[in-house]
């Protein structure tokens, strides 16, 4: 064998192996904002802290995906913490009375637990183009 084809054969090995790791991070990431999902989808709620986990563990996105996803995950955390309040307007001390403004948050908090149940369509659009590994760049 040529010197020539070592060096190709090592070339391929080389971009393989970089492939292979750029997918394992940026399964990572879709693996965390899964989790945060599933905790919401398993409680009906969030805290602040699983927000900031997230968004913790996400926070490689905006290197390894394009702006779209980084941006996804921010509007998720933003919209975590609206459940987190409207939880809390809900469930917590003082709760609202029964009347119009509950019922009005009420719908609200619902609406937002039906939006973090819908990820799970959107996740594979999202996600399947950087985490394709026939297409992947």
């Known amino acids: ?19 292979h790791e ?3 991070r940026r399964f990572q990431v879709y693996d965390a904002f899964r ?5 919401i989808m398993h409680e009906g ?6 927000c900031l986990t997230m968004l913790r563990e996400t926070g490689k996105a905006e290197f390894l995906f394009g702006s779209d996803v ?17 939880h809390r307007k809900l469930d917590g001390d003082p709760r609202l009375p029964v009347g119009e403004e509950r019922n009005r948050v009420a719908h609200e908090n619902a609406e937002q637990v039906m939006w973090f149940a819908n990820q799970y369509t959107v996740l594979p659009k999202l996600f399947g183009k950087y985490l394709n590994l026939t297409k992947l760049e």
């Open 22 to 24: 750029l997918f394992e």
């Open 70 to 86: 980084p941006e996804y995950l921010l509007s998720a955390y933003q919209k975590g913490l609206d459940l987190v309040e409207s």
């Open 35 to 39: 989790s945060f999902l599933g905790g």
């Open 45 to 50: 709620k969030t805290s602040h802290s699983a």
């Open 1 to 19: 064998m040529g010197v020539w084809y070592l060096g190709y054969l090592q070339h391929k090995t080389n971009a393989l192996r970089l492939k």
